[in-house]
């Protein structure tokens, strides 16, 4: 009786797995087929610069990065773009000129960076409407909030 019921519990529990394991292959599928791809081989010609994960605090951070997206970073002042490929344990970086002509050849992937734009755009003008209506808060309180109560020692 008891093998009976294991059994049936690990046929079960085997299909599960089959099943969330289908699911997750086609749910990876799908998501790979809506990102546009770019050719790594492209990215070299157009002048992009490879720098390979030496360290296990740099491929942890290659891996978290999204995969088929570049992302813009700043260092000393500088605009960079990068592209990871996580398989390889590599990102590819280029400039601001290298990213204009990925691009030119690309210009599908320019909608999500112009939406990306608008939104932290968005973003900061809500911060900064914020920020102004405290600011002029505090400027019409010549005391700041001091009453003559508080003045007593």
Avoid: C
Avoid at 14 to 36: E, K, Q
């Amino acid at each position: 009786m008891e093998r009976s019921l294991k059994s049936r519990f690990s046929n079960r529990h085997g299909v599960l797995r089959a099943l969330a394991g289908s699911v997750l292959f086609a749910v990876g599928v799908t998501a790979v087929a809506a990102a546009p791809r770019v050719d790594e081989s492209q990215l070299l010609t157009l002048g992009f610069k490879v720098l390979v994960a030496t360290t296990a605090v740099q491929e942890e951070w290659v891996q978290r990065l999204p995969a088929g997206k570049f992302r813009p970073m700043q260092r000393n002042g500088k605009k960079y773009f990068i592209y990871p490929d996580a398989s390889r344990k590599q990102v590819f970086v280029g400039g601001p000129n290298e990213y204009a002509a990925v691009q030119q050849l690309h210009p599908e992937s320019q909608t999500d960076a112009q939406d990306a734009a608008a939104r932290e755009r968005a973003r900061r003008l809500k911060q900064d409407d914020v920020m102004r209506k405290a600011t002029a808060r505090d400027l019409s309180d010549p005391f700041l909030g001091v009453t003559w109560g508080d003045l007593i020692w």
